[in-house]
């Protein structure tokens, strides 16, 4: 089939090539031109594993093309796929002109029958405002061409947004109209062995439910991160209730580690616009409002810790910041609890030496020159001469450090571990003060 993507971002990028490696021919545009140039010489504009490879060889394939040309992106696709940010606006609630200017460009420039799909995460009813910009557009040209609008939100985590798409848990259609569906069915057929995950609703319930998954995984991890609070206060390891709990079916495992705070892209924000677009409705949404505050509350654990064991005053301390990025395997830094945590640990007076295996250039972009702040290209650098190691991300190659070599640089042997990487009596063993989230026991 023949596919336009509209935003090559983490969801429009990934969409693309994927769709792409199953033999569709897939043009993807972008309005940022920096974007585009980087992706047309072969490279990619972010840190996704495996992501780079399939793009290579489809556009070697002659399958996967990127464009800033507008004419030619409407003129290509049949099936029109819209995967824009939708960042907050002032008030929380999601920022919808960068889809709706989307919609407005297909209908300024089709010529002939599209089906265009919200990919992007956005609130209940907005099928209906893309629907209406583009007949808009439509109007204004005199034309009376068909289209349709179909909801199909995207649930790939980023780090491992590529195994994601390619084996999804569900594919959420949201549509009213057969035709639109009967496209989108064969799309994502080679997705789903027998149609199986594959989960066909109205266009409002499509909406809503990735809202709903967010909401809840964001819920899942602030209630385990109050537990852990709690924890600690009576001499609990959260890590053996964790395990306790997840045995049962019911529950489940995932999701269930409590650590520094969420961020991201997405949990921040979507549980925000979800809270708003409620309140709009005049439904107070009580739990999910207290999920934002508990993780606001959460992004700072790693700060009180700090304070309690070192004072208010840290002026003269130096720590060691292991991780950037808001998780492993991205170089993603937005609503990172890291920017918090150096943040503070520098406004009580401390310098900061961080490391971070792939997102240090981007922390760069975002920190800019940010005072008693460096970067460090080894990990081990990073805490030569440090009051303490802050461990903010479980990259991989933090899980087993040489614990000897961290006591042997560090000026105190104190290490605050935000993602519960290390076994509190191993530690004991090796003389090393833990400082774990919720680890009471
Ligand atoms: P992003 O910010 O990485 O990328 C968005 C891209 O759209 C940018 O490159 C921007 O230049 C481009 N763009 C904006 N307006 C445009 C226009 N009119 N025409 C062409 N390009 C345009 O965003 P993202 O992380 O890919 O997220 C996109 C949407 O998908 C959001 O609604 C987000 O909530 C949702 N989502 C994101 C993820 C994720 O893991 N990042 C997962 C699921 C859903
Ligand atoms: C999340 C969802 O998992 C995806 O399904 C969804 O598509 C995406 O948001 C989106 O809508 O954009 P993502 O933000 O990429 O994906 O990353 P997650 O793996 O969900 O992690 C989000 C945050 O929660 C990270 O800061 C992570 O450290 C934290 N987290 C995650 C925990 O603190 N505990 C956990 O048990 C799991």
């Avoid at 010489?41 to 495996?50: F, M, Q, S």
């Avoid at 063993?429 to 009471?440: A, D, N, S, T, Y």
């Amino acid at each position: 089939m023949k596919v336009t993507a509209i935003g090559t971002g983490y969801v429009g990028l990934v969409t693309g090539a994927c769709l792409a490696e199953m033999g569709n021919h897939v043009l993807c545009l972008d309005v940022n031109a920096e974007k585009i140039r980087i992706l047309n010489e072969g490279e990619i504009p972010i840190h996704e594993p495996g992501l780079q490879e399939i793009v290579q060889r489809n556009v070697a394939a002659g399958r996967l093309q990127f464009t800033t040309d507008i004419d030619r992106a409407v003129n290509h696709g049949t099936i029109m796929f819209i995967g824009v940010g939708t960042p907050p606006d002032e008030d929380g609630s999601a920022d919808l002109q960068y889809v709706l200017a989307a919609a407005r460009s297909i209908g300024a420039r089709m010529t002939d029958y599209k089906v265009i799909v919200d990919k992007s995460t956005v609130p209940v009813g907005t099928a209906d405002k893309v629907r209406a910009a583009v007949a808009d557009e439509l109007t204004k040209r005199g034309s009376t061409l068909a289209f349709a609008v179909v909801s199909n939100p995207e649930f790939l985590k980023e780090g491992a947004a590529v195994e994601d798409f390619m084996k999804p848990d569900r594919i959420i259609i949201g549509s009213d109209d057969e035709q639109a569906t009967l496209f989108m069915r064969a799309l994502y057929s080679p997705f789903t062995r027998n149609n199986d995950r594959m989960v066909v609703m109205d266009l409002r319930s499509a909406e809503f439910t990735k809202y709903a998954a967010n909401a809840m995984l964001a819920t899942r991890i602030s209630f385990m991160n109050e537990l852990a609070l709690l924890a600690e206060k009576v001499g609990a390891d959260i890590e053996l209730v964790r395990r306790g709990i997840g045995s049962d079916p019911r529950i489940g495992y995932s999701f269930l580690y409590a650590g520094a705070g969420y961020g991201g892209s997405c949990f921040p924000k979507d549980v925000k616009a979800l809270v708003q677009a409620a309140q709009a409705e005049g439904v107070s949404l009580r739990v999910l409002a207290a999920v934002e505050q508990a993780n606001e509350r959460q992004k700072m654990v790693l700060v009180d810790k700090v304070v309690a064991r070192f004072g208010a005053d840290l002026s003269g301390r130096h720590f060691a910041i292991w991780g950037l990025a808001f998780k492993p395997n991205t170089d993603d830094m937005r609503e990172a609890p890291a920017l918090v945590i150096v943040q503070e640990l520098i406004r009580l007076g401390a310098t900061v030496a961080a490391y971070d295996p792939v997102a240090m250039p981007e922390a760069k972009r975002v920190l800019g020159d940010l005072r008693s702040f460096s970067f460090c290209e080894r990990a081990e650098q990073a805490l030569e001469g440090a009051d303490a190691l802050v461990l903010v991300t479980e990259w991989k190659e933090f899980k087993s450090p040489d614990f000897d070599a961290i006591k042997a640089a560090l000026k105190q042997p104190v290490v605050f571990d935000g993602r519960n990487q290390y076994e509190p009596s191993l530690m004991k063993v090796l003389g090393l003060e833990h400082h774990g989230i919720g680890r009471g026991s």
